[in-house]
């Protein structure tokens, strides 16, 4: 309710006491002079007073009053407890330090009420990570994509799985991150890696109105190592399939001659082979991006898989399961199960290359050397660079930024390609150059 003029703090406020006779202001001195004012009491504005002694004091007091009515506006100014304006002060003092920054009350508590919203409807980490991998599932997303996805979830969520979302920051992210690549001892590629899923899942978070903003989107990624791709050559790559089993040496073929990802291999059955067009066929739920996509097979390995081809509903990798996996994952529903042996399948696989090159060595050796190889090869080949990055499965903006000029040597490339995986130590044809020369007609 908004105060009668007449008794707002002015100089009319500002009166002498009525004395009824020298008497009573000889007993109260201090009331000589009075100050008119209005106060928050019981939740309502309340008309008080205030005395002095002195004329000058309670000019001060009066200038006060008026000032604040002025600042703040009759109505406020008298809504204010002096609780409240102590408090504001208080406040107003712990923003000093952010001060530079443009931090105001306001401001503060614009984003407490921002926060508090949040708060009221988060859901814990563990329950929006839950929620994350239930949703990317939906979008029938590849198994292998799926699983690091779940994985590195349930790693964070080990540390914060109980946390609200809403309190996740930047620097809850970062800590983690650089725990646990030095717990694990990760290499600045594989942190990048877990920085990126992470960034995945807080973004769902965001779109789900959990969270205002991506906190992992503000985590700097670690600079990669810039060496050059470093590619097998041919004669590390005949010792290995030397060195192979019939079925591990189909799998190391298709992975060096036609670019596929060793978990794309242990997809495939002899059906998604092309016999006709002489062409690999990944389907979208074979592939690691859910996209259909077909890679050439070269003369060389053509030759090898008709000589081992099975029937078409055969997996190319057919890995025996022992009694107690078989038992293990017999209790699981379909869809679970099926997950579980896919996932099966591709660590016996990786475990059987790896026995077979070790047993190869010495061979020179580097992550993801086979599909880097393959790739590499068939750049120098063809000179294609779209053609090629469609057929291996790459991003064609940067593929030929970080493919080209890898082969140096133009014979690698040949040899690569003459390899006879059903005989791969058999030495290459090599037919000597000899330049056409143009005779000239008898006249």
Not at 31 to 39: G, L, T
Not at 176 to 189: F, M, T
Not at 400 to 406: A, C, L, S, T
Request: hydrophobic share 40%; glycine share 2%.
């Amino acid at each position: 309710m908004s105060p009668h003029p007449s008794i707002r703090p002015t100089k009319k406020n500002l009166v002498p006491i009525k004395q009824k006779g020298k008497q009573l202001l000889a007993l109260r001195p201090d009331r000589k002079w009075a100050v008119y004012y209005y106060e928050q009491k019981g939740g309502r504005p309340t008309l008080c007073r205030k005395f002095f002694r002195e004329q000058a004091t309670a000019e001060e007091f009066c200038m006060i009053k008026r000032a604040e009515q002025n600042n703040l506006g009759a109505v406020n100014a008298m809504g204010l407890s002096d609780e409240l304006k102590r408090e504001a002060l208080a406040c107003w003092r712990k923003l000093e330090p952010l001060r530079h920054l443009g931090a105001t009350l306001t401001k503060a508590v614009d984003y407490y009420i921002k926060d508090a919203g949040l708060a009221a409807k988060s859901k814990t980490v563990a329950e929006a990570a839950a929620a994350c991998v239930d949703a990317k599932r939906r979008k029938n997303l590849s198994l292998g994509h799926l699983k690091r996805i779940r994985q590195t979830l349930e790693q964070f969520c080990k540390t914060h799985g109980k946390a609200p979302i809403s309190t996740m920051k930047a620097a809850t992210v970062k800590s983690w991150l650089e725990a646990y690549a030095e717990k694990h001892d990760l290499n600045e590629v594989s942190y990048n890696a877990k920085k990126r899923y992470l960034s995945l899942f807080f973004g769902y978070c965001v779109d789900s109105d959990l969270l205002e903003s991506n906190p992992a989107d503000k985590v700097e990624a670690r600079e990669e190592d810039g060496r050059r791709k470093r590619v097998m050559r041919p004669a590390d790559l005949r010792k290995w399939l030397a060195a192979s089993s019939p079925a591990v040496r189909t799998a190391i073929s298709i992975q060096a001659f036609c670019g596929c990802r060793t978990a794309e291999v242990a997809r495939l059955r002899w059906a998604d082979i092309n016999w006709k067009d002489a062409k690999v066929v990944l389907e979208a739920d074979i592939a690691k991006i859910p996209s259909r996509r077909s890679s050439p097979i070269p003369p060389n390995l053509f030759a090898y898989l008709m000589k081992v081809r099975k029937e078409d509903d055969c997996l190319i990798w057919e890995a025996e399961q022992d009694a107690e996996t078989r038992a293990r994952y017999q209790s699981k529903p379909p869809k679970e199960r099926a997950a579980m042996l896919d996932e099966w399948r591709i660590h016996n696989l990786v475990v059987a290359m790896t026995e077979a090159r070790e047993s190869a060595a010495p061979i020179e050796w580097q992550r993801n050397a086979l599909r880097v190889s393959a790739a590499s090869y068939w750049f120098d080949k063809t000179k294609d660079a779209a053609a090629t990055a469609s057929a291996m499965g790459h991003d064609p903006d940067t593929f030929e930024d970080n493919y080209k000029d890898i082969i140096r040597e133009s014979d690698m490339t040949r040899e690569w390609f003459e390899i006879d995986p059903a005989d791969p130590m058999k030495a290459a044809k090599v037919i000597a150059f000899r330049p056409k020369v143009k005779r000239r007609k008898a006249e």
